[in-house]
């Protein structure tokens, strides 16, 4: 399906993720993922943060309202709790949580399950997007998510690398 990988190897599509578990027989599945520079453990606050912003473009999804770019003082995500707020109002809910490893979650039809992989000094912040229903809309969900998921899990990174990093110059980008 158009738009349905970025940034993910042929491994990380065919590892299995959480919400395979909730939807299993999609009409719909995407993935995405971004190496970032940090370790699981100071990439995972900035993934549980996603329940108080949506970190991807704010002015379409947040109605102008900026994510915060400061880690704030939040519990740790529960099940049964919801999964984001947009716009001030919360969205979804969580299905599943192990810390500093993966964050699974339903909004409008949609499952999804972010996992964190290490990767040496740094980490692999998958995800991967499921729906069971919609399969006239799936090619147009899929570049849509595209769009947004992209700059949701760039805007993590830059965030999760930026309070990783002790303060000085800026290593190389590899």
Same mark, same amino acid.
């Given at each position: 399906?158009?738009?349905?990988?970025?940034?993910?190897?042929?491994?990380?599509?065919?590892?299995?993720?959480?919400?395979?578990?909730?939807?299993?027989?999609?009409?719909?599945?995407?993935?995405?993922?971004?190496?970032?520079?940090?370790?699981?453990?100071?990439v995972w606050p900035w993934v549980t943060q996603i329940r108080i912003a949506p970190y991807s473009y704010d002015w379409i999804d947040n109605l102008g309202r900026r994510s915060p770019q400061?880690?704030?003082?939040?519990?740790?995500?529960?099940?049964?709790?919801?999964?984001?707020?947009?716009?001030?109002?919360?969205?979804?809910?969580?299905?599943?949580?192990?810390?500093?490893?993966?964050?699974?979650?339903?909004?409008?039809?949609?499952?999804?399950?972010?996992?964190?992989?290490?990767?040496?000094?740094?980490?692999?912040? $998958?995800?991967?997007? +499921? =729906? @069971? #229903?919609?399969? %006239? !809309?799936?090619?147009?969900?899929? $570049?849509?998510?595209? +769009? =947004? @998921? #992209?700059?949701? %899990? !760039?805007?993590?990174?830059?965030?999760?690398?930026?309070?990783?990093?002790?303060?000085?110059?800026?290593?190389?980008?590899?």
């Amino acid at each position: 399906m158009i738009g349905d990988r970025w940034g993910v190897s042929d491994e990380e599509v065919a590892r299995h993720y959480p919400c395979d578990d909730v939807v299993v027989a999609p009409v719909l599945q995407a993935w995405r993922g971004v190496t970032v520079r940090a370790s699981p453990a100071q990439v995972w606050p900035w993934v549980t943060q996603i329940r108080i912003a949506p970190y991807s473009y704010d002015w379409i999804d947040n109605l102008g309202r900026r994510s915060p770019q400061d880690l704030r003082q939040i519990a740790e995500p529960v099940v049964g709790e919801h999964f984001t707020t947009v716009a001030g109002r919360p969205q979804g809910s969580i299905l599943s949580v192990d810390p500093a490893q993966q964050l699974t979650a339903r909004i409008v039809g949609a499952v999804m399950s972010y996992v964190l992989v290490p990767a040496g000094d740094s980490t692999r912040l $998958l995800l991967k997007i +499921v =729906m @069971a #229903r919609g399969a %006239l !809309l799936a090619p147009f969900v899929s $570049l849509g998510d595209l +769009v =947004m @998921a #992209r700059r949701q %899990l !760039l805007n993590l990174q830059q965030l999760a690398e930026r309070t990783a990093r002790p303060p000085g110059p800026r290593p190389p980008r590899r």
